[in-house]
């Protein structure tokens, strides 16, 4: 897995919400009887929209045939412009140029003249291409990337029916708008039909939001409805996606779907109105505008069912509408007396008509587009300020201890600009928690300027006003600041600064999660696992290097009998030959750890050299009583099972990883705290991507493991198990395609992420040759018998012994790249037996200082990224890893004690969890070091290791110096010296 350029995000990022449940300052209505309360959060947070489910609506495909089945003539058709499903891809050279739309009147003009044009452009274009027959003006050009394998064979390309993705920017589209093939951009590519239109592009407001060009956007919608995972988009779509890496696809994703939740709230509640007879032209295009859920409810609140109404509402049912629209269009003729009716309430002198009138005009300004566009800009330029202060009553109620850790925000102020992403979770914790009052300071002079400029320009009357109505109108500004807009605005804020603080705090724990998950494992030991405890004795387990259970035991090192069971346990090494020892972090670790330092430190287990590590146990105990555990190691008991999930954790840290639910693992920062949905999801994204990016060899990984690929899930893995149970190993990638659920769609998202270890199927298929021939003649006969008796109905081909190992299968080259891929070999002279040699290398290094990598993709009619994956499919050797670049575990020999440490002395540690005001080290103190985030430069980070952030991951090993510590409150304060 190569890393991938670092995007600028966005600092405008889109609240999340669920469709059917709103936080509570969401739910305050916009306008009271009373004034508005202040923003407060719930105790249990909202939930928010995940990723995409698999069972959305699927976009119509127009002549563009399916993975798997390519097979099938496709006819040219006419392609109408409204059914544009077009990918524009970036222009080749420049990954960062703008999608620019041509413009539409120029097309037609230009007709006539393009068919006297050369053929060829001087510039590269952008292609647009599937859902139209894409043609190439030179009838032997060859098309642009590989076709999808059909049946075992590989599809001879068709230059009039290539609908792969991976085309190169120059290619020709004949449409009605171009009937020569002039190479242009698509018309309206940009354009995606959505189920809910609205009154904004869905592709641009995406844009704006994740800062992603409006053409990598409309990519990645139509990605999306085709069902494709975030894995192979990013491994096998790269030119489509202007090459982002994973973290930013699902910022899209998730940004998406929100969009797509106010769009859907928005047309419910249009039809919710339009059958109570409630629906006016005015508040149709007000709900068609608007773009967040905090502008929906704004707009919506005043007409929910069981509302008894707002002021502004109650004054139109007393017929004061025409006055307060008077009162605008034409003064001169407004009398205000003529609509006093004494004997009724609200109407009975002139001063309640003056105040329904003025409510009214408050609800018109309030609601008003261009008026709250207006207040929101006069705000990004002034000085808003969240503040929080310690609350009167907390004092008496809460426990003093959780008062204290709330120390830092009894009275603090910050500008909403500038303020942490951690400071604004804290904040809303201590609110729930009644410990802290939150308020958004809005200044004076804002309020100033707009009720002058609402006076003066937006609602300046159209005739001369009598000093009694101009006392009015600034009367009905002021009360709509006051009592609609500013309470809207701090609504507004507090909702974007809490949704961008759990967007943060989720992306963080995925960034842990991934630099966890991807620990390089250790191969090869023999290892113990050490559960600790006290009363219940240590939890020991060894495993061997394939991780098969060699022997469990119960020891009791701190109940007085140390010494006897150190004689247990030296007998236990030197029987297995195991000299690394894992021991959990968990209760008694600490002790656990000076034991075995203490007799490595005498040479007690010699001749042995052993050696120990710490590795984290979150999880462990959950997992050991799960039915997984269960099934795994049923004679085990679940004590013990913890210990063996400990030691596996660090020879192969995914597989035993995958096995625990994400957001167990802790390595994030008020996950409780945060949109439960969204983090899991996002998590769920992360081991998707991780255990995809490592691949999996499929005839000897677990089924657990195997859930996690993209592409699959738990009731595809486990027919995969079965069928491998039943038929033998798989011999090659095709053979997936007999497996019960496996369809194109699927087999085109899994195939490049599933290994097959060739020694392993060469000795197979030589060893059961004949076997394998006989059952395949058997099952063949059985199936065309099964066949006749059901008439024609349809079957999963029969596994058969025609199927041949492909060398190919060892690499993450897709199967749809397989014919670029021998084109390849054929033109560097090379053969698939020196996959993951040196010769390859040394073949493919000739030709590329020779030609280039854009000249050699140019010449083979494919793509800089698409010719770059095969490169690194062939010259990887075999059995690479790409955990190898991670880092290991931190092995020790002996141990520090917290009152050890002093000011200035430099020590060595592991990143144990990283946050955004800093990183925890474990220095081996048994309290982890913060280095705060001041403290992290770029110059003290490494240059070699390619990095996706200016920040440290859980798991690498740096060189720290002691700032302070302080004993009483166990803190330790560190300085990074450098990343090791």
């Known amino acids: 897995m190569t890393s991938l350029p670092r995007r600028v995000k966005s600092e405008a990022k889109a609240p999340t919400s669920e469709a059917d449940e709103l936080p509570s300052f969401l739910n305050l209505s916009s306008e009271s009887e009373e004034e508005e309360e202040e923003w407060e959060p719930k105790s249990k947070t909202a939930k928010r929209p995940g990723l995409p489910k698999k069972n959305e609506a699927k976009p119509k495909k127009i002549a563009a045939p399916r993975s798997g089945m390519a097979g099938k003539k496709v006819k040219k058709i006419a392609v109408k412009k409204e059914m544009d499903i077009s990918l524009p891809i970036a222009p080749a050279g420049d990954n960062m140029v703008q999608l620019q739309k041509p413009k539409e009147e120029n097309v037609g003009s230009k007709l006539n003249a393009l068919k006297q044009m050369p053929v060829l452009p001087k510039k590269p274009q952008v292609s647009p291409f599937q859902g139209m027959n894409v043609k190439s003006l030179e009838g032997d050009e060859k098309p642009s990337t590989s076709a999808p394998v059909v049946e075992n064979q590989v599809k001879h390309e068709k230059p009039e029916e290539d609908f792969a993705f991976d085309e190169p920017p120059l290619k020709k589209m004949k449409s009605a708008t171009s009937p020569e093939g002039k190479p242009v951009k698509s018309l309206g590519c940009n354009k ?97 505008n608007c773009r967040t859920l905090e502008e929906l409810d704004h707009v919506t609140t005043p007409y929910k069912t069981g509302s008894k109404g707002t002021k502004a509402q109650r004054a139109k049912q007393l017929g004061l509408e025409p006055a307060a629209l008077s009162l605008l269009q034409s003064p001169m003729e407004l009398n205000l007396f003529s609509y006093i009716r004494p004997n009724i309430k609200g109407l009975a002198n002139i001063q309640e008509v003056e105040a329904g009138v003025q409510h009214i005009l408050a609800d018109i300004f309030a609601k008003d587009k261009d008026t709250l566009d207006f207040i929101r800009r006069l705000c990004q330029q002034r000085y808003i300020c969240i503040q929080s202060a310690l609350a009167k009553v907390s004092s008496k109620n809460s426990n003093e201890k959780d008062i204290d850790k709330f120390q830092l925000y009894h009275e603090f102020s910050c ?57 009015i109108l600034r009367n009905s500004v002021e009360d709509a600041y006051r009592r609609l807009i500013y309470p809207l605005l701090c609504r507004e804020f507090r909702s974007k600064l809490t949704s961008d603080a759990e967007k943060e705090s989720v992306m963080m724990f995925g960034r842990n999660l991934r630099q966890l998950l991807l620990t390089s494992p250790v191969r090869g030991r023999t290892l113990m696992g050490v559960d600790p405890g006290y009363k219940h004795g240590c939890k020991l387990a060894i495993i061997s290097p394939t991780s098969q259970i060699l022997h469990t035991d119960i020891v009791y090192l701190h109940s007085g009998q140390g010494f006897r069971e150190a004689e247990k346990i030296k007998r236990l090494l030197l029987q297995f030959s195991c000299s690394t020892v894992v021991i959990g972090n968990g209760t008694a670790c600490r002790e656990t750890e000076a034991y075995f330092a203490d007799l490595i430190m005498k040479k007690y287990f010699a001749p042995l050299d052993v050696v120990y590590c710490i590795v984290s146990e979150a999880g462990a105990s ?55 949905t969204l983090l899991k999801a996002t998590l769920d994204s992360v081991v998707e991507e991780c255990v995809s990016f490592v691949g999996v060899d499929i005839n000897i990984c677990s089924e657990i493991l195997l859930r996690h690929i993209a592409g699959l899930n738990a009731t595809r893995a486990r027919n995969i198990i079965e069928w491998r149970e039943k038929n033998g190993p798989f011999i090659n990638r095709e053979q997936l395609k007999e497996v019960k659920g496996l369809g194109p769609k699927t087999f085109q998202q899994c195939a490049g992420f599933i290994r097959f270890n060739q020694d392993y199927i060469k000795t197979f298929c030589s060893n059961k040759k004949t076997q394998l021939g006989s059952h395949a003649l058997f099952a063949k006969a059985r199936t065309q018998l099964t066949n006749e008796k059901q008439g024609k109905k349809k079957s999963k081909p029969t596994p058969s012994a025609s199927y041949l190992p492909n060398p190919l299968d060892q690499t993450c080259i897709h199967p749809e790249s397989y014919s670029i891929a021998m084109r390849f070999l054929s033109f560097i002279g090379g053969n698939t037996n020196e996959i993951g040699k040196s010769d390859m290398q040394q073949k493919v290094n000739a030709v590329i200082q020779k030609e280039g990598l854009e000249g050699t993709a140019k010449r083979l009619n494919t793509t800089v990224h698409t010719l770059q994956l095969i490169i690194d499919g062939l010259t990887q050797p075999e059995g690479f890893d790409i955990r190898t ?59 070699v290791k390619k990095r996706r952030s200016l920040g440290l991951g859980p798991g690498e090993r740096v060189e720290v110096k002691v700032l302070n510590v302080d004993i009483p409150r166990l803190r330790i304060t560190l300085d990074l010296i450098r990343v090791l």
């Open 192 to 288: 995606v039909k959505e189920e809910f239109e609205m009154n904004w592009d869905i592709v641009q407001v995406l844009s704006d939001r994740t800062n992603v060009e409006p053409w990598v956007c409309a990519n990645l919608i139509r990605l999306f409805k085709e069902e494709n995972t975030i894995p192979f988009i990013v491994r096998y779509r790269k030119e489509l996606i202007n090459n982002l890496e994973a973290d930013a696809l699902r910022e899209v994703q998730q940004t998406l779907e929100e969009l797509r939740t106010v769009a859907k709230k928005t047309h419910t509640m249009i039809q919710k109105l339009k059958k109570e007879g409630k629906l006016s032209g005015c508040l149709f295009t007000s709900l068609l």
């Open 415 to 471: 500008n909403i600009k500038n303020i942490q992403h951690h400071q604004i979770l804290a904040i809303n914790r201590g609110e729930n928690l009644k410990i802290l009052t939150v308020k958004v300071n809005i200044p004076d002079g804002v309020k100033n300027e707009f009720c002058w400029w609402c006076v003066n320009e937006r609602w300046r009357p159209k005739q001369f006003l009598k000093p009694e109505l101009m006392r």
């Open 622 to 676: 959950i997992y050991s009583v799960s039915p997984e555990a269960s099934k795994e190691m049923p004679d085990l008991d679940p004590n013990l099972r913890s210990a063996v999930s400990i030691a596996r954790r660090v020879q192969d840290p995914l597989a035993e990883l995958v096995k625990i639910e994400p957001k167990h693992i802790g390595v994030g920062m008020y996950q409780h705290d945060v949109s439960q």
């Open 885 to 943: 670049d991670f880092d290991k575990p931190d092995f020790k020999r002996s141990i520090v004690c917290f009152e050890d440490l002093s000011v200035g002395a430099v020590l060595t540690g592991k990143v144990e969890n990283a946050t955004p005001f800093g990183v925890f080290v474990d220095i081996g103190v048994g309290k982890a070091g913060l280095i705060p985030v001041r403290n992290i430069t770029e110059a003290k980070l490494s240059k």
